[in-house]
T-cell receptor, first 116, second 113 residues
């Protein structure tokens, strides 16, 4: 596609439920990032994929959070036993490579998750 | 944890005026980037400045970087109402997680027509 696509754009779920958030990066981008943004704050890093592997998952807050990218393209962020504190906008970004010197990241429009 | 700190937290100006936002960080960087966000959703990349650069321009945007002071500034000249948005600086500290960004809390810019 032309840009990073995230689905759904909004998700309301009950406390304790399981949710999956999907990210479809720009074709050919090998690096994929997940961030979480709470109201009034800047995005916070969750996890970074280079190809199929999670190169850095140091930002995942606890073991209820997990992400996969099985074929090196689409990624799914999975949250188990959701809590009200998980409510936030989840942003996905991709870049051509997570290479030396750095490149800009292309962000999707995010998924607004609300846990009630 | 957030490394970037931005000031001011909010800035309100009239169309045609210049807007300056500042960003500070704590540890050495590979590069620093500025992003814009409308309505709390997707971020749009504005400009990237590498650690060995001191100043960069893009249209009405001017970014400076002072690595000795660990600070950067974003100047928007001749502002327009359409520039109203939140602006974030983000630092790339290199290492094994290339491209991983640490964001500041942002500056909310309001440009009045």
């Amino acid at each position: 596609g032309a840009g990073v696509s995230q689905t759904p754009s909004n998700k309301v779920t009950e406390k304790g439920k399981y949710v999956e958030l999907r990210c479809d990066p720009i074709s050919g981008h090998t690096a994929l990032y997940w961030y979480r943004q709470s109201l009034g704050q800047g995005p916070e890093f969750l996890i970074y994929f280079q190809g199929t592997g999670a190169a850095d998952d140091s930002g995942l807050p606890n073991d209820r959070f997990f992400a996969v990218r099985p074929e090196g393209s689409v990624s799914t962020l999975k949250i188990q036993r959701t809590e009200r504190g998980d409510s936030a906008v989840y942003l996905c970004a991709s870049s051509p490579k997570g290479g030396q010197g750095g490149t800009e990241a292309f962000f999707g429009q995010g998924t607004r998750l609300t846990v009630v | 944890s957030q490394q970037g700190e931005e000031d001011p937290q909010a800035l309100s100006i009239q169309e045609g005026e210049n807007a300056t936002m500042n960003c500070s960080y704590k540890t050495s960087i590979n590069n620093l980037q500025w992003y814009r966000q409308n309505s709390g959703r997707g971020l749009v990349h504005l400009i990237l400045i590498r650690s060995n650069e001191r100043e960069k321009h893009s249209g009405r945007l001017r970014v400076t970087l002072d690595t000795s002071k660990k600070s950067s500034s974003l100047l928007i000249t001749a502002s327009r109402a359409a520039d109203t948005a939140s602006y974030f600086c983000a630092t790339d500290h290199g290492g094994t997680s290339y491209g991983k960004l640490t964001f500041g809390q942002g500056t909310i810019l309001t440009v009045h027509p």
